[in-house]
């Protein structure tokens, strides 16, 4: 898995083309199906949807499990962040706790560390 600067650069480039839109996506979803892999969220314990957007963004990929609610789409100018995580209860909590920004610096480890944090801090949704 490559660091979030590479997804970054992707989403970026999204919202300029489809192709360059649908890399973005996809390279999201895989992102977030190995996340879930390396946190051990057993399959059907979590969903992950898409959000296509419109033509001036990039549009964003959601996991949504029991504790964790992961983001990743949501920039800054310039691509800076890439999303953010934050703990819930359930998979009908939208709102959830604190956000933890992620950003392009960090590496695919360190994401996922990002999101046991946010799983932890349950109490706080």
Known sequence: ???LK???D???AAPNSAGAKLQWLNAAREAARSIAKDLGLAPGTFDIRTCEGGIAVPGEVT???ESLYLCLGTSMPGGELVGFARSC???KDYTGGVNRWL???MTFDK???VCREAMAARGEA
């Open 111 to 113: 994401m996922v560390q």
């Open 89 to 91: 209860k359930g998979r």
């Open 1 to 3: 898995m490559k660091g």
């Open 103 to 105: 950003s392009t610096w």
């Open 10 to 12: 992707l989403m970026v």
């Open 6 to 8: 590479h997804m970054a």
């Open 63 to 65: 996991l949504h499990g």
